[in-house]
């Protein structure tokens, strides 16, 4: 079908279609990005942790009297737990990894003050059974021994308590030794106080969710005494459901005086410090879909307008011999031209609103991809919404061309 | 070469029912130039749609170069009417954002040729009325004598069997009428069958028959002898 | 004139419903939208004291790491280190008004309730003059002064939602709570006060649960072992046998009310002074670097506006440019479908300018019930957002001034939309239309 009748008769009385080709071309702008970045945020938050997440609980204690939380008391808390059927590990520390709370350190190769290649990273202090209460995967060395975990009665003592250990992640022994030879060396967090790198578990997020460095992890054998606590419990598959229920209770048994709380599994966790970029994306995805709904009104309206505005020319083009199909591929292929118009004008400016986002928020650059995806989900869409108008101008019957109002 | 036969159209509403065409019956040969009139109300309009195949009716038969088309599908029809029959519509019916090579060429593209054809029958039929210099201009560029040929032009484009003109100098002062129903006389004598609807009766005396029509019937018949007309114009511009 | 085209307005709009709701729509929408957005950003970029912004000033030294900065170029840390800050508390000219604060976390009970259990109260420590300085309104009682700063006084001051919890809201003033081994009295319960944000403190979030707790710094550095700290806190050098107070480690946030420029200067002076003694004793071995910035400055300067409500406004602003767009069409077909209407009154004597204030005003109506479908959608919104994002508690809501805002520029963007209608159908020939075509 030629198409160059209609390109002209819509040249010529254009003020309709620019409006709708506008529209088609912000939200086509707008969709893509705002598409993307809802694809950025949810890899982000599909992000494996190291964790067995699903298995693992965490839970909180604040000891009301000073000193109650002293290494015996923790080692009755920690049997308490260890009790309970279904618990496969469970391990003391200050804070549950990925809650967006918790000890940022760093570490370098020489400990210099200005060592430029001094990274920095999470700092988690965990007992014996760590490993198997986050469910980890160790990948080179070992975890800590009972007699290696040393009992602390401060943050301020890791600085004074030689504490030689360390198990890093693979992320972190990339980045330090990219030979790949990270086990068995020295590194420092201050001049003289260095520490040996005796395993390398896999993967192991740190407590930021949004941070660069949220794989950057460090292990250190150390328990705390005389302070809030948290504990990490890991269950057995299908055993979940009735730890969660057994942990308060089985604290407060040990001793009723002190505040449990915030007991949930590591996933829970991670959703709520996920809680933002989830917010961001659904918040995006209503917009876009409010958005491409506007412009299918727009469509529509235009569509429909046309048709009851030309209804004599369409009695007129019957008359001549349109079939019916004829007058409905016209309209179609009016509606496609408008749609192209502002896929043309929408892919510009797409990339124009890629780069103001990178340049004044450092957010990753419009994969291109995505600006074919949504011309051809424009494109189906405007077709569907030109559809109706188009089937009702198609009947339309011949005689209107005869009549004189 | 057209021929109706009893053919009635009833139209019914909720409260009315009216009878637009009641027995009417009509042969029109090749070559023919009939004038269908009546007043207002006479059912000319609806004879218009049923001729050009517009409308279905209700009884009776219209058969087209022998084969009978009252009870086509509307895409046999449109076909019909795309190959067969050439509209003149009294407010021309240009189409406002085509120009008028455009406007001429809209029959056409439905028939399917390819675009070097239709630029020659465009072409020529643009010559026959005289419009040649004026392939790209817009209709609200023209004047309504040159409007209605150019709907002529676009009605004879695609050789039809008939041209069916309803009113067709209706909208025009009698400067551009006159032109254009000499062109239709023209175009007459090189053997296109007219069929022209009005209610002027100075219009229909150009043609060769008259069919006068009243509350949807046929009411009478006038042949004109042409060569008696032309020596009475003659004696009149001689003598006083 | 002005009442008569109101009436033509409002009967044209009734007489084409369809097209008339489908307007409403759109441009309530994109309001709705936009005011969504909008409300959450000027609350959260908004002034949160407006009537004393530009007298409070966040004071920073730079006492970081002499081998690189707290923050790239050379930006200072954004708090004191504890000895500083009770230093600068001490020694600060006579007349002007300081506070220091940090923030705290202590397990409460009231005693010999029969249901109580213990809570964790989040909030504040702090020197007396914060309440003076920041006009922290009282519902019961009030705050307390300088002299029981230096006696570490056993007082608190309750958030009006705090007493509620514990006290069923009654004037609780006088009464005790009991905080691991000591009782604290309560000397004052505040009214509602929700600066937004929470300009003096932003590290755990500015736009979290208000404190709901304050009490005198002094009593806070006796007990500061068995109370926990509620903030950030940011280590260059490690912390000494001393610990972590006697330390480098920066922690407590330090404010004054400086009135005019002449007395920021002289404060400066005061700072520098100061620090150029701590270096004579081996402090501070970066170039001096101090910082006095006032309510707005200190909120740029924390970034407390996120990213993701800025790029969220902007698409807003886009989205109600698509409802504008598709309203100047919709606009377009009604007006020029109307056109023989129009040819007929400008037959009858109706003046270009007579035509263009009729649909002007038409649009104008358009607007402002726009406007009002556009508030109660961004009431929805604004309850979706709510719920959404758990730490916006404060931010999520209308006010008076937003509610303005939203009509206005309702209003404006009908009339806007229908400049280009307006301006089109009012230049229509009187004759043109009245023909049949």
Redesign the interface.
């Known amino acids: 079908m030629d198409i160059r009748p209609i390109l002209s008769a819509l040249a010529r009385s254009r003020t309709g279609a620019v409006l709708v080709a506008l529209q088609i071309a912000i939200t086509l702008a707008v969709v893509c990005n705002a598409a993307f970045i809802v694809q950025q945020r949810l890899a982000k938050m599909d992000r494996p942790s190291g964790y067995d997440d699903g298995n693992v609980v965490t839970v909180q204690v604040i000891p009301l009297e000073q000193a109650a939380n002293d290494r015996s008391a923790i080692a009755a808390d920690l049997r308490a737990l260890r009790a309970i059927s279904g618990v496969e590990a469970a391990s003391v520390t200050q804070q549950e990894p990925l809650s967006n709370s918790g000890i940022n350190w760093g570490i370098s190769k020489t400990g210099a003050p200005n060592d430029p290649d001094s990274i920095n990273l999470s700092a988690y202090l965990f007992d014996e059974q760590g490993l198997d209460a986050l469910g980890m995967k160790l990948i080179a060395g070992r975890w800590f021994r009972p007699e290696e975990v040393q009992i602390l009665d401060d943050l301020d003592d890791l600085v004074r308590v030689h504490v030689p250990s360390l198990v890093v992640t693979q992320a972190v022994a990339d980045i330090l030794f990219p030979e790949g030879d990270a086990l068995g060396q020295t590194v420092y967090d201050f001049p003289d106080n260095g520490m040996q790198i005796i395993g390398i578990v896999e993967r192991a997020q740190g407590y930021f969710v949004s941070r660069p460095n949220i794989e950057n992890s460090m292990f250190r054998p150390a328990v705390i005494q005389n302070t809030r606590q948290a504990y990490v419990i890991r269950s057995k598959p299908g055993d979940l459901d009735a730890v969660l229920h057994e942990v308060e209770p089985a604290l407060l048994a040990v001793n009723p005086r002190r505040l449990v709380r915030h007991v949930r599994t590591l996933a829970e966790v991670r959703e709520e410090s996920y809680g933002n970029d989830r917010a961001m994306a659904i918040t995006l995805l209503a917009v876009m879909g409010l958005l491409i709904a506007v412009t299918v009104l727009g469509v529509f309206g235009l569509m429909a307008f046309n048709v009851s505005r030309r209804r004599k020319q369409i009695g007129t083009r019957r008359a001549l011999g349109a079939q019916r199909s004829d007058i409905v591929r016209y309209f179609l292929v009016e509606s496609w031209l408008i749609t192209t118009a502002g896929a043309v004008a929408g892919a510009v400016l797409a990339v124009a609103l890629s780069v103001w986002l990178v340049n004044t928020f450092e957010l990753p650059k419009l994969d291109w991809h995505y600006i074919p995806a949504g011309i051809v989900v424009l494109w189906v869409v405007a077709q569907l919404a030109a559809y109706g108008p188009a089937r009702r101008a198609s009947a339309i019957e011949p005689a209107i061309a005869t009549r004189s109002v | 070469m057209l021929k109706m036969t009893s053919v009635s159209k009833i139209y019914r509403t909720d409260m009315v029912q009216t009878t637009a065409l009641r027995e009417f019956s009509l042969d029109v040969e090749e070559g023919d130039f009939i004038a269908v009139t009546g007043p207002s109300g006479s059912g000319k309009t609806t004879f218009l749609n049923i001729a050009g195949l517009l409308e279905g009716f209700d009884s009776g038969s219209y058969e087209l170069d022998g084969q009978d088309v009252s009870r086509l599908d509307d895409n046999a029809r449109s076909r019909i009417r795309n190959q067969k029959v050439g509209f003149i519509f009294q407010s021309f019916n240009l189409i406002p954002d085509l120009n008028v090579f455009e406007n001429i060429e809209v029959p056409l593209h439905y028939r399917g040729m390819r675009r070097v054809e239709r630029q020659q029958c465009i072409r020529e039929s643009l010559e026959l009325v005289g419009l040649a210099s004026r392939m790209k201009h817009l209709p609200s560029q023209l004047s309504g004598g040159q409007q209605q040929r150019v709907a002529i032009a676009r009605a004879l484009a695609g050789n039809p069997r008939f041209l069916l003109a309803d009113e067709p100098t209706g909208n025009l002062d009698s400067v551009m009428a006159r032109q254009v129903l000499e062109l239709l006389e023209g175009i007459n004598s090189q053997g296109t069958t007219i069929i022209m609807v009005t209610h002027e009766t100075e219009l229909a005396r150009r043609a060769h028959r008259n069919v006068h029509m009243l509350d949807g019937q046929v009411t009478d018949f006038t042949e004109f002898d042409h060569a008696l007309r032309l020596r009475e114009e003659q004696a009149a511009t001689v003598g006083g | 004139m002005f009442a008569y085209h109101l009436n033509m307005a409002l009967r044209s709009l009734v007489r084409t419903p369809g097209l008339s709701i489908?307007m409403v729509l759109?441009i309530g929408?994109?309001i709705g939208?936009c005011m969504t957005m909008l409300s959450v950003y000027a609350l959260m970029a908004g002034d949160p004291i407006p009537h004393k912004s530009d007298r409070l000033y966040a004071v920073q030294l730079d006492s970081w790491?002499p081998?690189?900065p707290f923050l790239e170029p050379n930006e200072p840390p954004y708090q004191l280190t504890w000895r500083d800050a009770l230093e600068l508390a001490e020694r600060s000219p006579a007349g002007v008004p300081r506070a220091a604060m940090i923030g705290m976390a202590m397990?409460a009970e009231v005693p010999d309730a029969s249901n109580a259990r213990?809570e964790?109260v989040t909030g504040h420590a702090t020197t007396s003059d914060l309440f003076g300085m920041f006009d922290v309104p009282f519902q019961f009682g009030g705050a307390w002064d300088r002299l029981t700063d230096k006696e570490a006084g056993q007082v608190v001051v309750l958030s009006r939602e705090l007493n509620d919890q514990l006290f069923g809201g009654e004037d609780s003033v006088g009464r005790n709570i009991k905080v691991?081994?000591i009782y604290l009295r309560v000397i004052g319960v505040m009214d509602d006060w929700q600066p937004t944000p929470r300009f003096y403190d932003v590290n755990v979030g500015a736009f979290d649960r208000l404190d709901e707790a304050f009490v005198p710094l002094s009593l806070f550095d006796r007990h500061r072992?068995?109370w926990?700290l509620n903030g950030n806190v940011s280590c260059w050098d490690?912390?000494t046998?001393a610990?972590?107070f006697a330390s480098e480690c920066v922690l407590t946030q330090f404010w004054v009310e400086l009135p005019d420029a002449a007395a920021v200067r002289d404060y400066h002076a005061f700072l520098d002074a100061y620090v150029k003694q701590q270096k004579e004793l081996g402090r501070f071995q970066r170039p001096l670097n101090n910082r006095l910035s006032n309510v707005n400055e200190w909120l740029d300067i924390n970034e407390v506006v996120?990213?993701?409500n800025?790029?969220?406004l902007g698409?807003?602003f886009?989205?109600l440019?698509?409802?504008l767009?598709?309203t100047?069409?919709?606009l377009?077909?009604k007006f020029?479908?109307r056109a023989g209407d129009i040819g007929v009154r400008r037959a009858l004597g109706a003046s270009r300018v007579a035509v263009f204030q009729q649909h002007l005003t038409e649009v104008g109506v358009l607007g402002a019930i726009g406007g009002l479908v556009g508030l109660a959608l961004a009431w929805a919104g604004l309850a979706?957002?709510h719920a959404?994002?758990?730490?916006y508690e404060r931010v999520a809501h209308l006010n008076l001034e937003l509610v303005a805002i939203a009509i206005g520029l309702a209003v404006f963007a009908g009339i806007a939309a229908g400049l280009y209608p307006a301006w089109r159908i009012c230049r229509i020939a009187p004759a043109t239309y009245l023909k049949?075509?």
């Open positions: 489908l759109a929408l994109g939208v790491d081998n690189q397990i213990p964790i691991g081994d072992d068995e926990g490690p912390p046998e610990g972590l996120e990213d993701d800025t790029v969220l698409l807003s886009m989205f440019a698509v409802c767009l598709n100047v069409g919709l377009l077909a020029l479908g979706g957002v959404l994002y758990d730490d049949t075509q």
